[in-house]
């Protein structure tokens, strides 16, 4: 067979590639993603609408029906789309088929959507289009609560601080927190006072829309020194704004708090969070699609007492949702059941076989077949998680089979008394074809999940990938790698006619694998 007469010819490249291969290795499992399950790349676009006041009912005629009739027209690839309109806000999932390019959607969706602005009622405001997909997961939870601050400035150090400061992680997608109190300035009308004094609630409106203004003026020089001038008219302190002058009435100025209240105060709540019985807020990171979850904790984790430290000591913080330990936790348990499978795998051949060289041949194929198929997946994308890991263990048993076969028809020659390069290149011919065969069918066995569709797809695909690379990469090390080491380790042993070494037939077999030789 010409390649295994190339890798005696050419042993040194053989050996030299299984090396790089190894050297390779923590490089590879360092720039793969590690998570729990593959990547479900479902892509999904969501498009959020906001009309204060407007009722679920009108929301869904007016605003959700225009914009869903416009995507069907303009947006191509699409699989299905999902709508929900509640009051005052509706939410349109646009669901893409798989392999569909999300940033021309994206620019699609854009564009149809400040088209359609037009038929919609006045004063709707152009929607925030949201890109993700279905391993876009919370993989961390945060709470915060303080003994000494309000809610609304608990809300506001949360999002505006400790949420900016942690999005700068990479892979990381942090929303807005749940609980809290959105803080805003209130003005609460005094009706009857306005009805006395002839005014509306439009002119307290104009009356501090006028009035809160801070305008560009430019620069004036004095002497020989040039000033930037400020023309700033926004009140400093939430109380100046309740001595704004609304009207003048003969010759008496009505100002904002004599028909109404300026206040600070927060939107209605929707939600609460509470720790130990103490309100507080809630902050949810979330990795995206093709990010790691190890990485995106771990650099969350490093920088989250960095920003801890630039707000209130007050202000508490406490973990309590980590995927990162499941994470680890499967990965290791596949890891180990791996390990031990590979070790029985082992033992069983030592005790069969009673030769050390032909372990330690059969043992080096095992780790290096996996490392090919670890490689491959890498290279087209794939992440390490329980479905490629499982795929590998349950490939370890196998893998052992083309090693296997073909030293044990080497052993057949060499004991009929054939030189020992003779017998490597008949011993591995006459098992090409047989052997080729059998990992074929193998594999042959895993091409159905490659037809599945949906989520079940990105589950299963990705398991039959590492089975099939790591036989095809078993096949072939049997007949490049494996014959390159049977001819050096074998070099100076002779086998009698039973295929036992020297003075090894007169040895009990349950001796044989104990014996140094």
Known sequence: MWIVRLALNRPYTFVVAALLLVLMTPLILMRTPTDIFPAINIPVISIVWNYTGLDSQQFEQRITYVNERSLTVTVNNIEHIESTSYNSIAVIKVFLQPGASVDAAVAQITAVSQTVLRQMPPGTTPPLIIQYNASTVPILQYSFSSPKMSEQALFDVTANLVRVGLANTRGAMIPWPYGGKQRVVEVDLNLPALKSKNLLPQDVVNAITAQNLVLPSGTTKIGATEYDVAVDANPLKIDDLNHLPIKVVNGATIYVSDVAQVHDGYTPQQNAVRQDGVRGALLTIMKAGNASTLDVVAGIKAILPKVMATVSPDLHVKEFADQSLFVRAAISGVLREGIIAAAL???MILLFLGSWRSTLIIALSI?????CSIAVLSALGETINLMTLGGLALAVGILVDDATVAIENIHHHMASGKPLEDSILTGAQEIA?????????????????????GVARYLFVPLAEAVVFAMLASYVISRTLVPTLVMWFYRNVELHSDGQHGDESKTPLFVRPFVKF
């Open 433 to 453: 074809l047989p052997a080729f065969v059998s990992t074929l069918c193998i594999c042959i066995v895993f091409v159905p999940m490659f037809f599945l569709a």
């Open 367 to 371: 780790p290096l077949s996996v490392l």
């Open 345 to 347: 795998t082992a033992l």
